[in-house]
């Protein structure tokens, strides 16, 4: 892409030496000077190549500008229609393959509000019930359904009462910059104690609840967290509590015992918490199929929502644009084939939905143009487009501009 081509089927010896016959192909395959992304230069088309030669000489038969409109839509709607049917078949293999999970929010779900959650309303222990009167089933979609939603209120069960929290909309690009305005709030209940750890061999066992260290009450882990920090590589006092295995003793009887533990140099016990168990549903092929599609509209539908905040510059989620640096920051640091799929498809629908944005330069720009062709029965001209192009450009560079600031300023912090 750009400027002349730094390899050519067409133009390279070797290929036309080894390869005569990829190289009397009509089509000619190349590599650019600035290889950013793929890229496909039809014959007799204005596109984002701004090349007009083609202008100069008298429309041939098998050039894209005399072939008809419904044809011309089809071919510039087929690298979004591949991008959503790429995604729809990687979802059909998630879901055969490892099924779906997901953490419920559940009754018993309540939330570590940070310090903008506070600020809005919310306090650690809260369950969120949904926004604006709609229900949230999946406690990681929490802080972003509000977000998407923009929505205006909350409803909230803290201790008995059901309570309704009005919204502050100003706060939302605050939102949509905090990483984790709701933690998962945990009880401090052992899951296991691994060799490695300090407090190895001691007298915690699975199931007991750790309650207060050096006195100082704890309802969540992350208040032990806190206070571990000023032991560091010292030892603390422990008080928990161990559920009664009499058989005579009615439900819920337990003792509260004491245990003398170490902390390491990091401030941690090195002490597994137990984890409340997720929502799991595994799918047969033909479960997975209508499942996948539902998957993959679900997916556009969310990331469309995403665009109208982009483009709202009053949300500020124009800061979280980012080019292939974002991206390649998204994969994992070790090879995991679950995580590696699942971005695959979603990339496939950010491009998909990218594509089909009404800009010149994009597949949108030339959809629309086609679809104001048949609907006027008027092709716009040949010169309008040549400047449509170069407006659309514009614009493609501009927001390449905003990503690579938006990464390198990530980068800097």
Request: charge should be neutral; glycine fraction near 10%; proline fraction near 4%.
């Amino acid at each position: 892409m750009g400027g002349k081509a730094l390899f050519s089927t067409k133009k390279s010896r070797l290929v036309a030496k080894f390869f005569p016959r990829l190289a009397a192909l009509e089509t000619d395959y190349g590599i650019g000077w600035l290889p950013l992304g793929g890229y496909c230069k039809i014959s007799g088309m204005v596109d984002e190549s701004m090349d007009t030669e083609y202008l100069k000489s008298e429309p041939q038969p098998w050039e894209f500008r005399t072939k008809p409109a419904w044809q011309r839509l089809l071919v510039m709607a087929g690298g979004v229609l591949f991008n959503f049917i790429l995604a729809i078949l990687l979802y059909i293999a998630i879901l055969a393959s490892w099924g779906s999970s997901y953490l419920s929010n559940g009754d018993d779900t309540r939330i570590w509000a940070d310090e903008l959650a506070v600020d809005m309303g919310f306090r650690t222990g809260d369950h969120i019930i949904g926004f604006d009167g709609k229900t949230v089933n999946d406690f990681d979609r929490l802080q972003v359904d509000m977000a998407r939603g923009r929505a205006r209120t909350a409803t909230v069960v803290r201790g008995e009462d059901t309570l309704t929290l009005y919204l502050d909309q100003s706060r939302l690009p605050e939102v949509l910059q905090d990483r984790g305005m709701f933690g998962l709030a945990l009880p401090f209940v052992v899951d296991t104690i691994p060799p490695s750890s300090p407090n190895y061999g001691c007298e915690l066992r699975r199931g007991d609840r750790i309650v207060s260290l050096d006195n100082q009450a704890i309802q969540y882990i992350q208040d032990s967290r806190r206070l571990l920090q000023n032991y560091k590589g010292a030892r603390v006092e422990a008080r928990y509590v161990r559920a009664k295995e009499d058989a005579a003793c009615e439900a819920g009887c337990a003792d509260t015992l004491t245990a003398l533990l170490q902390v390491d140099s990091t401030g941690l016990l090195g002490i597994y918490s137990a984890m409340p168990p997720l929502e799991t549903r595994n799918y047969s092929v033909l479960e997975a199929i209508p499942a996948g599609f539902k998957l993959t509209f679900t997916t556009i539908g969310g990331y469309i929502d995403d665009l109208k905040l982009v483009f709202n510059p009053s949300t500020k989620a124009y800061k979280s644009v980012g080019s292939f640096i974002a991206i390649g920051q998204v994969f994992p640091s070790s090879w995991d084939w679950f995580r590696f799929v699942n971005i695959l498809a979603l990339l496939s629908i950010m491009l998909g939905v990218m594509n089909l944005l009404p800009i010149p330069g994009l597949d949108g720009g030339h959809i629309l143009f086609v679809l104001y062709e048949i609907i006027t029965r008027r092709k716009p001209g040949e010169k309008f487009l040549y400047v449509a192009q170069i407006i659309g450009m514009i614009l493609l560079l501009a927001l390449m501009v905003l990503a690579f600031g938006n990464d390198i300023g990530r980068l800097i912090r």
